[in-house]
Every structure is written in structure tokens, then in C-alpha cells.
């Protein structure tokens, strides 16, 4: 697999480093940096993000606010502060990475992997399916995978919802149909800026079911999580 690496940064960073991937499990050595990430957190980070943002067509740089390993208050008061830092630095500044080339990326059929996603959950046979019970099951609106949502309305501009969404103080690959951003990225977790989310509650239910095949699992009621969609220009998601 080849990599192009980043070969120019923009001005006005903080201190920061490039950070090349260790060795992967399979031999693969890598050389060449495919991330830069600041040495500390930023007090004005949604600021940053949406400058680099506006500047991404010129740098080939995607912006990420980036999460490391969390670790608790208790952890943090009984541990000395280097390990915090080591933990609080991963997997980023380590390099615990593997990435993929884009050309990869853009060769997957999603409508096919989301509906197997799809048919592991709502049976139960995938290895990280979630178990409905018989009792809940009827709760999921579609036993057959839904398809692919194509919404028609106009919206907002992408990148100005992403950018007023995060910087804002309370709120902190680009997905067409919704006008989504990637925003912010961690070992276990996503968060997308949405320019265009669902109108309708026939809408939401399906793009319900997206999230679901992507998540494997939902906290509470799907038709419930639906509704909660409707209008909501943020999509969180973690896996446990």
C-alpha cells in the first residue's frame, strides 16, 4: 500500500509533531507522516478547525478534533501525571494507526456492507450483533435492510454548518446526502456536523436504521432514537 504522506503544513499551527504509523501487525512498515496533531489540547480548537477547514482545498488536510484514551478524575488523582499524558496521548501521538489509502475507501459498495451490517444485527449472527429479544424485535420498524436514504431538501451549506456548530462553546469523508462533516474523531468514537439532516419521521427511521447497522446497538427505543434525529445537525456515535 502506498501513501502520499503530508508534505506541507499550513501557518499558524500550534507546537505539534507529524506522526508516522508504527509497524502494523502484518510487517507493514510505514514511512512517511499521514497525521500532524498539536502536543496539547487548544483552548480555541473549534476556531482552529474551522480555519483549517476553510483552508483544506489548498492544503489536501482534513482538520479532526481529536480524542485520546479517557481517563477518569479518580484515575487522574491517584497515577503520576506521565502516565496520564501516555494514556491521554493515545492512540494519536503513539502512532497506534493503520491507515488505508483512499482508493480503498472509494472501492466499497456501502449500500452492500451496510445492509450485511444490517441483516447481522437485527438476526443476531454477527460477532458484535445486537440481541433485540423476541419482545423488542417488532419495535424495529424494517426486517429487511432499508436501502441507502437520498433526501432532497436543499439545507445549509456544509462547511458553514460545520464550522458554526463547532465553534461553538456548547457543541462541539463527507457524506453527500446530508451535507455531513467529520468533526471529531476518537478511539471509540465520532461526532459529524449535518447541513442537511432528516425533515420527515419516515426519514429519520431510515437513516435510524444506518446508524444502526453502523453502531450495532442503541440506548434506548428505536423509533424513539428516530424522532431524535429529525432536525439534529450532530451525530454522535461510540462503540463500548
Excluded at 485520546?68 to 497506534?96: A, D, I, N, Q, S
Excluded at 438476526?123 to 436514504?149: H, K, N, Q, S, Y
Amino acid at each position: 500500500m502506498q501513501f502520499t504522506g503530508i508534505h506541507a503544513l499550513p501557518p499558524g499551527l500550534p507546537t505539534g509533531r507529524l506522526v508516522v504509523p508504527a509497524s502494523a501487525e502484518d510487517g507493514q512498515i510505514y514511512t512517511d507522516p499521514v497525521l500532524w496533531v498539536s502536543e496539547e489540547p487548544q483552548a480555541a480548537a473549534g476556531d482552529l478547525w474551522a480555519s483549517l477547514l476553510e483552508q483544506r482545498a489548498e492544503t489536501g488536510l482534513w482538520p479532526l478534533l481529536l480524542l485520546g484514551v479517557y481517563v477518569g478524575k479518580r484515575v487522574r488523582e491517584m497515577v503520576p501525571e506521565e502516565l496520564v499524558r501516555g494514556r491521554t496521548h493515545r492512540p494519536w501521538h503513539v502512532g497506534e494507526l493503520e491507515p488505508v489509502p483512499a482508493e480503498g475507501i472509494a472501492d466499497v459498495d456501502v449500500g452492500r456492507v451496510l445492509a450485511r451490517w444490517w441483516r447481522e444485527v437485527v438476526t443476531g449472527t454477527g460477532e458484535e450483533a445486537f440481541d433485540f429479544g423476541e419482545e423488542a424485535l417488532p419495535e424495529v420498524p424494517f426486517r429487511d435492510w432499508p436501502g441507502i436514504v437520498t433526501l432532497s431538501g436543499a439545507g445549509s451549506d456544509p462547511d458553514l454548518t460545520a464550522s458554526r456548530i463547532v465553534k461553538s462553546p456548547e457543541r462541539l469523508r463527507e457524506l453527500e446526502r446530508f451535507g455531513a462533516r467529520v468533526c471529531v474523531l476518537g478511539i471509540n468514537r465520532l461526532v459529524m456536523t449535518v447541513a442537511r439532516p432528516p425533515e420527515t419521521f419516515d426519514e429519520a427511521r431510515r437513516v435510524a436504521a444506518e446508524h444502526l447497522a453502523f453502531r450495532k446497538a442503541f440506548e434506548n427505543n428505536f423509533d424513539e432514537y428516530a424522532r431524535g434525529l429529525i432536525g439534529d445537525q450532530v451525530w454522535f456515535f461510540w462503540w463500548d
